[in-house]
């Protein structure tokens, strides 16, 4: 009876024992490190889970055999085992292979997995966007994404421009930067100028160099962004049709997630500081003297001995000579820059929804006195699903920003102080009757930005509904109506004299003084439907399809009222002018578009997508205003495919596209048109010069690209590599004619451009360990566009015109942005060589005939390196950035030399200590028999201001730079800490600089800025604009 | 069944067809919305006499500094006959003049509006020939052809000339017509529209005469001059200066040559009066009296001097503001309301005088010339005292009138008028005759030249660039700022 009652025990506790299995273990990584923390729980029993120890030992109990372990870590991937016989289990943990099921948002919202796509995506995370330091999300991709090429307008609320993969019209007007979507509504990115010159006095050929206007997509708050999508090659946009032949920029923004709600604040504050400047002489004072003058004693300047035009020219005495001081003017007229950004969300959801709410508050004031913006935005989204078949969502977001803008460009405060000489105090701008205290013929730069300025003020509202149904399982159909609309207003005043006798600004001269009223309106709606379908036809095949509508309605109106010549002093309104001007300028556009895409996928590695677009144009002759385009993308898994996988190559996938995209026509070009107006109070009407054409058709884009991604050691290395090849044919372009046919220029379509490059992406996760974490990213670009073809009649076209002859042409076999300038006339040595033909008064000649080619204006080649270094709650990420090979015309450096100021004219020897003797040959009367020069230069002034600022070897310069775009510092405050407030569940606090540190050959000014703002097509030139600046910033996180 | 489905498929049909159909009308927007694409007489014609004035002033800005009536303060090498093409004033005159002068020509003829035909053919005429004083051989009859015609040939000058000839003769014939649509004068117009004439055929009809006199004059030099047609010509001209063909501005469309002061005082420096006209002007040269006009045509306030006046220097490089004689708006010619002369009474009788002097007719010589001094003196408002004072020192009289006091006197009223400079080119310069005493080449002057006086402009850029074959066939052998124009030859 015992020994029955013991085995029965036995056999009981025997089997107990058997249903709490003790299972232990150690879980590592790849990499042999361990971790504490690691989940280790039973598949479907969560609540017996548990936790590694700080060697990563784990200890389990388990009742059967077949319970299966699952092994949980944030960033790698999940691991089941069954734990079968076992009682230790060793478990290693692999990176989780987050870059190969992420989800990108393609053209039209829909969601793709990045492996199945055929073309390159890059994506940006709002994250990105706001640690960036940059106040626009533009300016936030900057060193990030490779394929684009970025370049800004100086000043506060400053243009940024973007194109990506070069640019693809012939027309110097024309549009090159890509499409912004916003949540699936296309938004306006423009950068208008408007006309803000007066009918006298002003030598400004384009109101866009004179003003840092801001482009709309500054309106966008970046705290509001989910993440950015950059669609860069044709196969990619090929659903948004002729918007996207430029490539588009697809914005998705925040939305409630489920759970309890969230409140986020963000505060940050920057300081902006100039600290490149052009380097000037101290030597030499006012004046006009010659080398023979110089040998004489020098006579003391007397103010009101000097005629007008020695005023600012520095070719005087020396300053030691006649005691006169040197004023750092131009360094002490920036200041710094200080400006406050404030944002705050409230988001939730649950099941039924979401909804988030967000505003949020920027004010900046510039480095240049007087000059401001800002930005206040309100965002209210929210989706609901009515019921499991039906869903609908809607945003609104409201924006007003502006500001007050200083004068760029001819007759700036930029353009004055490039003349202002060293001798005399600027700042000393008023005298005791508050009168311009200046030179004649130039404006003090304090009186011009105290007296002018330029207000806008921008009301703007982005809105949609959408709408999606469930119609059948596999079938959605969605509707999805959208609106952006924005009204800009602006007031420029150039007051005239204001106290009696004064000088009045140069810009006032010749007109008294006068406002520009410029009322812009735009309104643009867009509304899709479609059908999406999806199949799995098999278990390996598998079908998707979209079908889709898309209406688009857009104006645009711009009313320009101007009064001129003040009638009673400081009043300001347009009342008070004597004289009116009114224009009134509208854009019309609609366009119809049908759609389809269709992907096929089989065995989760091969992936073909096709697309297929018709457009109706209102901009196209009506017997003629459709056009169809189709593309093509194909991504192959080969690693899957051929079961490649190894612990070197993890994945590999290479991916090909072809697409056609077509670009129609501007509006309301088809006519031959006349312009009315008056003349000594008679209406008149004159033909235009630019003739239309009634037989306009669109611009096709035809490209293909290849790529191949792959992944290394686990997911931890990753190289992207894509190469592109773009040509653009029947690119619309007014053709210059002969002026004899009457007209200046007739519209056809006519030529081809080709871009083509390499875009590289490297990504390494260098360091993954518990406390200490390094990632490395690395993007490479080249683009290169070439003109392959203009048409029989036109050798080339004029791209833009600069200062000193410089000029940028589009010739057929060169590239879109070569530059071109004049030199010295040269002499053929028999060598081969050539030396600078000097006559007899010392001086070179220009031949302005040869116009001799000197580089180009984009870069050869652009490098972004970010890394990113965690250790414990300290993040430190430090971006550096390069742009290499592009050439730029230094026009300030060049107004320097001009009036004497520029360090490269320090160098004045008397003609008793020699003079300066130019390198260069002597020839005779027949042009022959070169002898080196002997002659002595005799006006320093005529050589540097005259020679010189005409020789493009001079101007022209590599403006090749390498810096440091980013530096931050985050602390992530531990959650051991926020938990016991019971209130804040994440608090980061980060230092940010921008532009640390540079390096660059160029002199003066940092190359970045350009003297045309972001609407224009042409980058080559620098000065006439803010300088760029350096820029510190600490911000604050805080969630609740 | 079958009912309801045909009736679906039909509504549907229906439905897509109404969606198609609306599609054309939805997308019609593309009129432009600020332009217009039907013109209207009298609009284009003001348009037309506008431009019209303007070339006056672009032609004259460069043709005085040729005749030393004025010269360049800021070193500008044109003053020495280097390089001209004045391509601002050749793109003025072919997309703006002329195209606007053929649309109104399309639309006159159209319309059967003869007036408005008259206006634009002499007008056309006008600044045809000028051009052609200028450029020599210029396109005209292959122009205006939109996109079928690229290139335009370039026809020669004898051709223009015809061409000028025979628009100034229909235009007459034109604006004479009675039974015509759109005369002038009817209900609707107001004659505002003519800037000019405000809508008085008479008077256009006399500016076409006057032109047509300057035209055929211009040929002196050679066999084809025809005296008698000359004289013809002048006699249906102007009977007064009253009747001068001159623009007034206002303060709101100043008048171009007030552009020149406000450029000269922002540091934009531009022209003022030359040395050679002072000197004319203040006796110096011919040792005479200072002439009354002096102070009216220039503002002799502004220097003292003790009285002595000169101009810059042609082809000098800067100004001397101490010395210099600037212009000033309380000039004659230079005030904000100044008048911008396209033809004057003035010039009709030097052409007589100088006519009369060549056919050995000194009387009638001496009155036509009489008559155009006083003229000329009365319009700049010298007072009749002045005016027989300055006439008595000339010592001139119908005896011993020459053909050089002609010149002179008529090279005084051809201030600021294009037509001196085809004045001294016919008399060469003064070289080899009497005329233009002491005129000299500028300082600094081309040594390419080789001593030579300018003869001519050069095709612009633009040009060679766009039409290159047409206008390397035009310049031909020895093409150069030297290479006489047909009838300097």
New interface residues.
Partial sequence: MRKFLLIVTLLIFSMQMFAQIEINGKVTTDDGDTFPGITVSIEGKTATAVVTDDEGNYSIVVNSESDVLVFEYVGFQTQMQTVGTQTVINVILVVESILLDDVVITALGIKREKKALGYAVQEISGEDITSSGQADIIGAMQGKVSGVNITQAGGAGASTRIVIRGANSLDPGAENQPLFVVDGIPISNSTISGDLSPS??S?ATSTSEQFGFSNRAMDINPNDIESMSILKGAAATALYGARAANGAVIITTKSGKNGKTVINYNSKITIDEVVHFPEMQKTWERGRLSTTDLDSPPVAINETEL???LYFEEFGYRRADVGAKFYNNMEDFFKQGISYNNSVSVSGGGEKGNYYLSASSLSQEGIVPNTTWGRKTVKLSGSRNVNDKLKTSASVTYTNSGGIRGNHGDKSYMSSMLYWSGSVDMSDYEDENGAHVTH???DNPYYLVNKTSLEDDVNRVLGYVNVSCNILENLVLSYRLGTDYYSDARTYIVPGAEVPGEQPL?LA??NGGYIVEERINFMETNSDLMLVYNVDITDDFKFSAVLGNNVLDSRY?RLNTRGE?WASPNFYDISNT??KYS??????????GLYGNFRFEFKNYLFIGITGRND????LP?EN?SYFYPAANLGFIFTEAFDLKSNILSYGKIRGSWANVAKDAP??R???????GT???????????S?G?SNLKPEQTTSIETGIDLRFFANKLGIDFSWYKANTVDMLFPI?????????T?L?NIGELENKGIELLITGKIIRKQNFNWEISVNYSENKTKVIELND?L?EIELSNGLGGVHQKLVVGGYYGDMYGYTYKKYLNEDGSESVIINEDGRPTIDGDTALYYGNSNPDWTCGITNTISYKGFTLSFLFETKQGQMMSNEHVRNLIRQGKHISTEYRPTASEGGIILEGVNLDENGENPVPNIYMIERYRHYYKFRVTSDADEMIEEASWIRLRTLSLTYSVPQKILSKTKLITAASFSFVGNNLWLSTEYRGFDPEISKYGAGSNSQAYSGYSTPNTRRLGFSINLTF | MKKILINKSIAVMLILLGILSS??S???????????????L???T??CI??ATNMNYLLTYYANRYTQHTSSVSGSSTDQFYENRMSTA??N????L???L??LKILATEKKASHFLGLAQVLNAAYLGAASDFWGD??YSE?????E????AFDTQTEIYEEVYRLLETGIENLKKTETNFSFIEENFDG??D?LYQANNEAWIKMAYAFKARFLNHWSKTSSFDAEEVKTAIENSFSSYTEDADIF??????SPYY?II?DN????LSITFADYFIQILNGNIYDKEIDPRLAIIADTTVLEHNGVFTGHQSGSGDSN?ETDLFFTDNCWHFGQLAANQMMTYSEMQFILAEVEINNGNKTNAFMAYERALRANMQKLGVDDVDIEAYIVDTEVTDANITIENVMKEKYIAMFLQYEAWNDIRRYDYGVGNETYKNFELPVDVNPELNGEFIRRVLY?M??K???GENVTAAEGGNYGLIKRVTWDE
């Fill in positions: 006298a006095g030598n005629p007008p035009y004649p013929y130039i140069d001269s010749q109106d010549n004597t004289n224009s009134n300028s509208d854009i019309r556009k609609r366009m119809v109706f144009s209102s901009t009506t205003n509006a309301h088809l006519e031959k048109l006349y312009s009315a003349f000594l109070n008679t209406a008149n009407l004159t033909l235009d010069n003739l054409n210059p004619v002969a002026n004899t046919t009457g007209y200046s007739i056809e009649e050798e | 599609c054309e939805f997308l019609d927007v593309n009129e432009h919305p600020n332009k217009q694409t039907i013109p209207s009298t609009t284009l003001t348009s506008e431009r050749w793109s005159l072919y997309i703006g002329l195209s606007d053929n649309e210029i396109p122009s205006f052809k939109g996109n015609n690229f290139t335009p505002s529209f800037i501005y206002n303060d709101v469309d100043r552009g406000l005082n922002t540091g934009n503001p612009p633009s040009e660039q766009r039409n």
